[in-house]
């Protein structure tokens, strides 16, 4: 295998029985068994077969900085009438944000490579768990009263995940 391949695909060793490859928001990630090495000639011929079914990733270029991001979150909390704890960026593997039970807001870095109208979503969505801590009527109110277009933006963010520009 040329070493090429591998240098966009990361490798995550958690506790599982079985090699999964996932396209996720930092792009394609083969979660593999703690036991198993990932030079392994199992691992190699199995990202060789990932490949050729999903396509290589590209790496995006940035679209947006996290100092952008972190403006985004000051004009939309602003926006909202909420203001968050602590506003970290880092890398996510399953989810394009979070907010916890203290306030504070996760955003995953991949969002500097989506448009910025899409992470303008996930900064809103994320914002509006300040207020509504779980995905109610009452939370889709809110969404809609603050960003009418969410659902468009919501399923614009799934195709760009899909596609795999991410």
């Given at each position: 295998?040329?070493?090429d391949q591998f240098s966009n695909i990361r ?14 928001p930092v792009g394609l990630v083969v979660f ?135």
């Amino acid at each position: 295998m040329h070493t090429d391949q591998f240098s966009n695909i990361r490798f995550h060793q958690q506790h599982r029985r079985s090699l999964v490859m996932k396209r996720t928001p930092v792009g394609l990630v083969v979660f593999i068994p703690k036991w198993l090495n990932p030079d392994s000639p199992q691992v190699r011929a199995f990202v060789e077969e990932g490949l050729r079914k999903l396509g290589s990733p590209v790496p995006q270029p940035e679209i947006v900085s996290e100092n952008d991001l972190r403006a985004m979150v000051v004009e939309w909390s602003a926006r909202i009438g909420v203001q968050p704890g602590r506003v970290q960026i880092r890398d996510m593997y399953r989810k394009w944000g979070s907010c916890s039970s203290r306030g504070n807001i996760t955003l995953n870095s991949a969002l500097c490579r989506v448009p910025r109208p899409l992470a303008e979503y996930i900064i809103c969505h994320e914002l509006i768990h300040l207020l509504i801590f779980n995905h109610s009527k009452q939370f889709k109110a809110l969404m809609s009263h603050h960003m009418p277009d969410w659902r468009e933006r919501e399923a614009a963010l799934q195709a760009h995940l899909n596609s795999g520009k991410c």
